[in-house]
């Protein structure tokens, strides 16, 4: 018997096809460049252009926003639950609570993922600002909101958090970190979104357990630990000693990527806005201290950032708990994992690998009686 390769952490197998993001040479949605998209569309045009393969038409996107208008309450239950809640229990941990409630109460909850899977996820992407909303808020002992009819699906996503409408610079700028953060291949959330689409569930089990898996510590995506990097360093003329300090193999927020050994795309697309919001907010000097260990950094071990680098100071600017930076990724990602459990279950292959064998064997039993001797 010849002897299989082993590759720990599944590290460069090419474990499936796909048609809805390539990574090789720059981002793309379904054939659509990341830049672009960021430039030009809107976070619910992408959603839709994951969901269906297509950009929509003026009269699709009527008809996609008229279903998600129908969807702006929570039940009662899931409000009298969250009071119920810890207040110390992360918001992450909370949406996931949420989700799970939401799920009793979809119209088509016992449906299949082939049937009803676009339809749950629509139904979810209207409904996640409201679950991250109310938690934030109730946490603080503040009202729950609803969702105003006059805004845009991003400017009421920062509304039902703050309680204040955004300007436009700061609408646009969550709108692009939406975008970039919508899809990124397969993921570790994202596999396993369709290891259980395969299995022909509804939309609700790929992603609770994507979301369980994004909970995951070493899961990245809104991870706010490059702003401790960015307070311990406190000035560019400390960058390249602070790295230099460092422990060889020690990791830094914010930097490597499994797949990025250059540059990550996404955080090129999020820093224009970046630098746009710290010139208007007065920030600027967090830019030329980031900018100062990125070069440090590159300096000492050429390492890119990744997209966490750039996303927690665009969500700092906006004033946005540091807490609240995954779950907002979350919501981001939320079509993404969709669109994977759909693909997935639309080969009508599930997902079953194999393992290699490295435990003891031929054991001899003994009964208890005989082992306590």
């Known amino acids: ?42 976070f619910l045009e992408v959603a839709y252009l994951l969901l269906f393969d297509e950009l929509p038409s003026e009269e699709q996107f009527a008809d996609f926003l008229s279903i998600m208008s129908e969807e702006d309450q929570l039940p009662d239950l899931i ?29 088509q909850s016992s449906e299949a993922l082939l049937h009803a899977g676009h339809d749950q996820t629509i139904r979810l992407l209207a409904k996640i600002p409201m679950l991250i909303g109310a ?10 909101l609803k969702s105003r009819r006059d805004l845009s699906y991003i400017a009421n996503t920062y509304y039902l958090m703050s309680g204040v409408v955004p300007n436009a610079l700061f609408e646009r700028a969550l709108e692009v970190a939406f975008i970039a953060c919508a899809e990124h291949e397969f993921n570790p959330s994202s596999y396993v979104a369709r ?3 395969s299995t022909r569930s509804s939309q609700y089990g790929p992603v609770l357990a994507a979301l369980e898996t994004f909970i995951g510590s070493s899961h990245g995506g809104g991870d706010d630990g490059p702003l401790d990097v960015l307070n311990e360093v406190g000035s560019p003329k400390n960058a390249e000693a602070w790295v230099a300090a460092l422990e060889p193999d020690a990791k830094i927020p914010g930097f490597g990527h499994p797949v990025y050994k250059d540059y990550d795309p996404r955080a090129t697309v999020i820093e224009t806005e970046c630098e746009r919001l710290a010139s208007a907010c007065q920030r600027m000097d967090m830019e030329h201290l980031a900018d100062a260990v990125e070069r440090a950094v590159w300096k000492e071990r050429e390492i890119p950032p990744n ?45 079953r690998p194999r393992a290699r064998y490295r435990g003891s064997e031929d054991c001899h039993f003994e009964s208890m009686r005989t082992r306590s001797e």
Not at 135 to 144: D, F, M
Not at 307 to 318: A, E, G, H, I, P
Not at 324 to 351: D, K, M, Y
């Open 1 to 42: 018997m010849s002897q299989e390769i082993y590759y720990p952490g599944l590290r460069g197998v090419i474990a499936g096809e796909t048609e809805i993001c390539r990574l090789d040479g720059g981002i793309q949605y379904r054939g659509y460049c990341l830049h672009e998209l960021a430039e030009g569309s809107t």
């Open 135 to 144: 938690w934030h808020r109730l946490r603080l002992g503040k009202p729950v």
């Open 307 to 351: 997209v966490d680098w750039t996303l927690c100071r665009l969500f700092s600017y906006l004033g946005i708990e540091r807490d609240l930076f995954r779950p907002l990724f979350a919501a981001a990602r939320l079509c993404g994992w969709s669109a994977h459990a759909v693909e997935q279950c639309e080969t009508n292959e599930v997902i």
């Open 195 to 197: 290891i259980v689409g």
């Open 79 to 107: 409000l009298d639950v969250y009071k119920q809640l810890p207040v110390h229990v992360p918001p992450l941990e909370v949406l996931r609570t949420g989700i799970g409630l939401l799920s009793h109460f979809d119209p």
